[in-house]
C-alpha cells in the first residue's frame, strides 16, 4: 500500500471510524489480494453483549494484512493484530497492560449482492479467540482482603486476624498439645 493511499485511510478512518475497516468488493473482483494496514479503537468494537473482558489501549491495536476474495460467496482474511490491550489482574483487579501479537486467517461468507465486506468481524474474532485466560500484574499479586477487599499489595489490611476455628472433634487432641 502506498504512503498516500495509507495517509488517505488515516485521514478517513480519524473521520468516519468503522468505514476504514470496509473494503469494496469491486477492488476484490480482480482475484488478486488486497492489502490493508489501519488502526483499531476500542469505541470501533461491536462488544456490546461484553464478551471481551480487556480493553484496547489508547494507541489502538493495529492490523495489517490482505483480503482476497475466493468465490462470489467467500472472502479470506489474513491479518496480524499487534499492539497493547488492559486486562483486570485476575487478583487484585488493577488495570494491567498485555501485549497483543496475533496471526490470524479466516474465510469469511459473503452475500454476493454485498458491495462492501467488513474485516470487522474477523477482527473480533480475533480478539475473542486469542483473550487471555488470566492476567496477573507481578506474578507474586498478592490480591485482595476477602473480608474488606483491601489491596493487599499495598500492605496488611486493617481487619483483625481471624480466630482459628477448632472443629470441636479435635479439642482433645489439642489438650495434649
Known sequence: MSIQILIWHMRTYRAKR????????????????????FVITQEALDDSRQELSGVISEAGLLAEGQIKMQ????????????????YPCARCLKPTAYACDFDYRETLDVPAETEEISILPAIEECLFVNEPFRVLCRPDCKGLCPRCGADLNDGPCPCPEPEPETDPRMAALKALL
Not at 476504514?20 to 492489502?35: A, D, H, S, T
Not at 472472502?75 to 493484530?81: D, K, S
Open 71 to 86: 468465490s462470489q460467496t467467500h472472502v479470506e482474511v489474513c491479518f496480524h493484530l499487534s499492539g497493547e490491550m488492559r
Open 18 to 37: 468503522v468505514d476504514m475497516m470496509r473494503i469494496q468488493r469491486e477492488v476484490l473482483q480482480n482475484g488478486k489480494p488486497y492489502p490493508f494496514s
